[in-house]
Nanobody, 125 residues
Framework: QVQLEESGGGLVQVGDSLRLTCRDS????????MGWFRQRPGKEREFVGNIRWRDGTTKYSDSVKGRFAVSRDITQRTTYLRMNTLKPEDTAVYYCAATRGYRLTADLPSAYDDWGQGTQVTVSS
């Protein structure tokens, strides 16, 4: 079972940037996607972006497209979420997730099998 370790959250100002890191500490990830989700206060968990491990293809939600970027380091089995031009509405707990097998698409929480513990991002105005 993959164990995902997240880091990089914190308190920032509007317009700042932040990079989250998600590492597979077991070195056993072999699924098709790693993804990022977030849960804002009082809201359901929502898709932020993902990366197809095989070729690095990325997909984003409309709310973050153009501001956030997902990348990966294959040798480190690590994925990154670079967040630019942060807004107060980006305040949330951010989770990374991994699939265990093949998925045609992966922008729903149900597509993922393993989850990180979450890291808080707070954007202050």
């Amino acid at each position: 079972q993959v164990q995902l370790e997240e880091s990089g959250g914190g308190l920032v100002q509007v317009g700042d940037s932040l990079r989250l890191t998600c590492r597979d500490s077991t070195w056993t990830f072999s699924g098709s996607y790693m993804g990022w989700f977030r849960q804002r206060p009082g809201k359901e968990r929502e898709f932020v972006g993902n990366i197809r491990w095989r070729d690095g293809t990325t997909k984003y939600s409309d709310s973050v497209k153009g501001r956030f970027a997902v990348s990966r380091d294959i040798t480190q089995r690590t994925t990154y979420l670079r967040m630019n031009t942060l807004k107060p509405e980006d305040t949330a707990v951010y989770y990374c997730a991994a699939t265990r097998g093949y998925r045609l698409t992966a922008d729903l929480p149900s597509a993922y099998d393993d989850w990180g513990q979450g890291t808080q991002v707070t954007v202050s105005s």
